[in-house]
């Protein structure tokens, strides 16, 4: 047996080192697993811990620290600092790390709005190397970089980002985003789409999408089609947590239109308009106005090319200040004198007078065909309505009484909807008495405020110009000049042009103004023409953060060539009159020539019945856009329009705008309620947006060899 002092000394020998080992060993074990841990996104920490523990690390460890901070600063917005550090990055990397800066490198370039420089960077990864965690960041970079617009490849990243995510919240955001890119996308799109046969989620998707366009605008049908998806379905995801729009639809209920209240000044220059429009409701109401048919040119050319009498440069949404004559009571609708066609013209004539200065859009109308004329007018089917005669309507004089006493009264008679008021500022009182009642406004406030119980349908230039900016864009033009006149509506059609053209992704939009025909003449007289240039156009949203330097937002400033067109213009939206654009058009081909590319389009103002085949000829590749029912939807519809308008294109609009209101009116509720409500109207297709504000797609036309055909 050994002494005991030898065993202790034996023991004190080896103790250092064994401590030691048990130093070094639970050290790098403990820095290790820390930063794996972290790597693998099991543990998160802000920019400061990473920087400091990549500062107190000398292994291979550092650099893991060293990722991890630069994926804290990226989250912290503070984009310079992570580029200087992901520039200090070493040139040897491990296999994993060499996957996790390539990410970084992609988070970096969304930083930078770099959309294309991020989804080039993905393209260097498989996500099947990736780890877990990465692999989510890896998808939801992809459909960041897609920016919203629905593609086959955006469906794909969302659908498999979804298994990766654990929390209910971003799972429910991960399906409300597939469903948005679905319900984003037009039926011709969606029947476009070829996928796997493997697909088996992304084929439910489709189908869950397909019958939801087949049913959209009938509630029954659509929460019957979506029970029957979900049962052919039990394994989507949107089976077992649906899309939030569709599952509102469980709580639908259709409201009421069997007793209408018609708000509109009967009284003063706006009676006119008002005729027009409750003559067209009435009429849909009735079911006098016929549902759509096939364009017949012949007799959208008769109708286009008879006697117009002078149309009138008012618009609805214009009618804000425009004089009325108080009367001490106001007539119900048996009681009402409508002012007869001459009056009717009259008025108009006189309402365009009254607001010149305030240069209103025109509605001037589409000028087809002539009688001999043998191209069609393609435009969407409008889809009717049924008719109610049985249903009651009383009209309110809002010419006579204040918002409040007549919303009072028709709350006391009992109406179950209310259709107007038309004036602005009447709109803006309605909205201040905070009424209970369903409206569908015919107009809209300065400010949209998103109630309940009030929707807001208008004919606006601004509508036209939202139309033109998604069209001009789907034409695959970059660089848009609007010409514009010197005056309010130029201000406003540019601003409403800018903010569609940013939500599309557009870059800057250039206005040019311009003055009275004299002065135009006097230009195309000089031979001077008119340069493709102009300043950019100041967009009314919010701006999109700029690139960080030094903690500060800046935002990219636009480019010599966006401000100045150097030659970048493709596209010239152009507002004017008949008159001004026979002068516009030639003076842009004389700067420009005639070959020069750039496309030419214009606003249903510079449209005109009774131009002749002169104009026509000069006005050769120039669109335009204009309601259906002109552009020859609905011929009968717009011959019945015109002869109560006595041949008044501008009186045919608000007819075809009263016989759309009946249709709103009539699926309110789903306008409300049904996420992607549309209805195929007659002055244009309708679609609500999320505050129930109507937007309407117009028809596209072009002369072509003296002739007005089809656009598209």
Not at 93 to 117: H, I, P, V, W, Y
Not at 153 to 163: C, D, E, S, V
Not at 200 to 222: E, H, S, Y
Not at 561 to 570: L, M, R
């Amino acid at each position: 047996m050994l002494p005991s002092r030898f065993l202790r000394s034996k023991a004190t020998r080896c103790l250092p080192v064994v401590l030691a080992a048990l130093l070094f060993a639970g050290c790098g074990t403990q820095s290790t697993d820390q930063s794996a841990s972290h790597m693998q996104g099991e543990a998160q920490a802000d920019s400061g811990y990473y920087l400091q523990q990549m500062q107190q690390s000398t292994d291979d460890s550092k650099t893991n620290w060293q990722l991890l901070a630069i994926r804290a600063l990226l989250k912290e917005g503070k984009t310079q600092q992570a580029g200087e550090l992901f520039a200090q990055l070493p040139q040897d990397l491990s296999d994993n790390q060499r996957k996790e800066r390539t990410l970084l490198a992609a988070e970096m370039k969304l930083a930078q709005k770099d959309f294309a420089g991020a989804k080039a960077q993905l393209n260097e990864l498989d996500p099947a190397d990736l780890e877990q965690n990465q692999q989510a960041r890896y998808w939801q970079i992809g459909i960041s970089a897609s920016q919203g617009k629905p593609s086959l490849t955006l469906l794909r990243a969302l659908i498999a980002q979804q298994p990766l995510l654990s929390k209910p919240e971003e799972k429910q955001k991960n399906i409300d985003a597939t469903w948005q890119a679905l319900a984003s996308m037009t039926q011709d799109q969606a029947r476009a789409l070829v996928i796997n046969a493997d697909e088996v989620t992304l084929q439910g998707w489709l189908d869950l999408q397909r019958m939801w366009f087949d049913n959209r605008n009938d509630p029954n049908m659509l929460k019957a089609g979506i029970t029957d998806w979900q049962t052919r379905y039990p394994q989507n995801p949107a089976a077992k947590m649906l899309p939030t729009q569709l599952s509102n639809m469980q709580n639908f209920k259709p409201a009421a239109t069997n007793k209408i209240a018609l708000l509109l000044p009967l009284n003063g220059q706006a009676s006119v308009f008002s005729r027009a429009i409750q003559q067209g409701f009435e009429a849909a109401k009735n079911g006098i106005a016929p549902v759509s048919g096939p364009a017949v040119p012949q007799q959208v050319a008769q109708a286009a090319t008879a006697a117009v009498v002078s149309p009138a440069d008012a618009n609805v949404n214009d009618l804000t200040n425009a004089p009325a004559q108080q009367n001490a009571a106001a007539p119900d609708a048996q009681q009402a004198q409508a002012p007869d066609s001459a009056a009717q013209s009259d008025a108009a004539t006189t309402n365009s007078a009254a607001t010149a200065q305030q240069d209103p859009a025109a509605t001037t109308p589409a000028q087809p065909t002539d009688a001999n004329a043998t191209q069609p007018v393609a435009a969407p089917a409008v889809a009717g309505t049924p008719a109610n005669p049985g249903a009651e309507l009383k009209v309110y004089d809002t010419s006579a009484q204040p918002m409040d006493q007549i919303l009072n009264q028709v709350q006391q008679d009992g109406a179950s909807i209310v259709v107007g008021p038309l004036l602005k500022n009447n709109v803006e009182e309605l909205m201040r008495s905070n009424t209970s009642l369903n409206v569908l406004a015919l107009n809209q406030p300065e400010h949209i405020e998103n109630r309940a119980n009030i929707c807001y349908f208008a004919l606006s230039p601004e509508d036209e110009a939202h139309d033109a900016a998604r069209h001009i864009f789907e034409q695959g033009r970059h660089a848009p000049l609007l010409l514009v006149p010197r005056s309010a509506l130029g201000e406003r059609v540019s601003t409403a042009f800018a903010d569609e053209w940013k939500k599309l992704g557009g870059g800057v939009v250039l206005a040019q103004k311009f003055g009275s025909t004299a002065e135009l003449r006097m230009g195309l007289n000089g031979r001077s023409g008119i340069a493709l240039t102009g300043s950019p156009v100041a967009s009314s949203l919010p701006q999109q953060p700029g690139v960080t330097v030094g903690g500060l937002n800046i935002p990219a400033p636009p480019t010599d060539a966006q401000i100045s067109g150097s030659g970048s213009v493709d596209a010239v939206y152009i507002v004017a009159t008949q008159d001004e654009i026979a002068l516009i058009k030639p003076m842009i081909t004389l700067r420009t020539g005639s070959q020069s590319g750039v496309m030419l389009y214009a606003s249903s103002r510079s449209a005109q019945g009774g131009a002749g085949p002169d104009f026509r000829l000069e006005m050769e590749g120039l669109q335009f856009n204009e309601i259906p029912m002109l552009a020859g939807a609905n011929p009968s519809l717009m011959q019945q329009a015109l002869k109560s308008v006595n041949n008044d294109y501008s009186l045919a609009r608000l007819y075809a705008m009263g016989a759309d209101a009946w249709s709103l009116a009539n699926n309110f509720s789903q306008m409300r309620q049904v996420p992607g409500f549309e209805l195929n109207g007659n002055t244009g297709d309708l679609t609500a947006t999320q505050d129930c504000v109507i937007n309407r797609k117009l028809s596209w036309l072009k002369y072509q060899q003296g002739q007005i055909v089809p656009a598209n």
